[in-house]
């Protein structure tokens, strides 16, 4: 099972949108995908049109009250799921520390769909609280969507930083852009000089779109009702470079470790 949390501290970047089309691209190809919808606002579900409630809510499951066969949803989609948003989620930063390991409280509600799942992806609420840090504790890979302007860079720069001073040696950090505009010369010179001069960011990037828009109307991925077009072979050409760094990055700690 791999783990992509999809993050950001920053609110109206993308997290939602990537996470409802790579996710489903997963699916696509056969792997058994679910998204947990981690935020009260509920896009996630809203996208996938299942209804935003848990029974129990957060502290339902973080207390392991109910069985998780009964709290997941089908969407529609061969091979995804979703454990949806849920109103309680709000308060998930007090439930986590009333717990006795915080930290670990994200990573213990996964432990049980370790062996039914190959993927599944976190759509994280902004923000750098103790949820983060309790999700920066499963994540295999932290997908980061990034606009492309100066004040997101600096709010990546101090992700960076934060996530320096921890023990997270294992997690895969890739950031990408999203929201490109190519005619803004900023979006234009940032989108394509930062990922030729830092190779940690993905080459491919997320233009910005009124299809991508419009899948709020759809209430669907746009990778499913507008595959062929440029919008969702973008999404597949990243999906395909996430794939391949995270392969390439599990060959390089196999022989680190
Ligand atoms: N590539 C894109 N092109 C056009 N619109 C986009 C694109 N990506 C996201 N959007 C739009 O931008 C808005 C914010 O996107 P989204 O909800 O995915 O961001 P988010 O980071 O999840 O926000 P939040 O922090 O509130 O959870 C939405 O209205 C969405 O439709
Ligand atoms: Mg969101």
Redesign the pocket.
């Known amino acids: 099972m791999t783990v992509y949390a999809?993050y950001?501290i920053?609110?109206?970047?993308?997290?939602?949108?990537?996470?409802v089309n790579l996710s489903y691209l997963s699916a696509r190809q056969n792997d058994p995908t679910l998204i947990w919808d981690l935020?009260p606002?509920a896009?996630t579900s809203f996208y996938l049109g299942v209804k935003p409630k848990v029974k129990g809510g957060g502290r339902g499951l973080l207390e392991n009250r109910h069985d998780l066969d009964v709290l997941l949803r089908m969407t529609g989609y061969p091979n995804l799921d979703l454990l949806p948003a849920d109103l309680s989620y709000r308060h998930f930063d007090t439930l986590l520390s009333e717990q006795r390991k915080p930290l670990e409280g994200i990573k213990r509600v996964l432990k049980p769909l370790r062996k039914e799942y190959e993927n599944i992806f976190l759509?994280c609420?902004?923000g750098l609280t103790l949820l983060s840090e309790s999700i920066f504790e499963v994540a295999d890979v932290l997908l980061v969507?990034l606009i492309p302007t100066t004040l997101s860079l600096r709010a990546y720069n101090r992700l960076v930083r934060f996530l320096s001073k921890q023990e997270h040696k294992k997690m895969l950090l890739l950031p990408f852009f999203?929201?490109?505009n190519l005619n803004k010369p900023i979006h234009k010179v940032v989108s394509q000089t930062v990922p030729s001069k830092h190779a940690i960011f993905c080459r491919h990037f997320?233009?910005?779109?009124?299809l991508?828009?419009a899948?709020?109307v759809k209430r669907a991925p746009v990778t499913s009702f507008a595959k062929g077009t440029p919008?969702a072979t973008r999404y597949e050409e990243l999906w395909n470079e996430v794939q391949n760094r995270y392969k390439n990055h599990t060959k390089w700690l196999g022989k680190n470790s």
């Open positions: 999809v950001n920053k609110g109206g970047v993308g997290k939602t949108t990537s996470t935020d606002q896009g759509d609420p902004p969507p999203n929201l490109v997320i233009e910005e779109s009124n991508i828009e899948m709020g919008d």
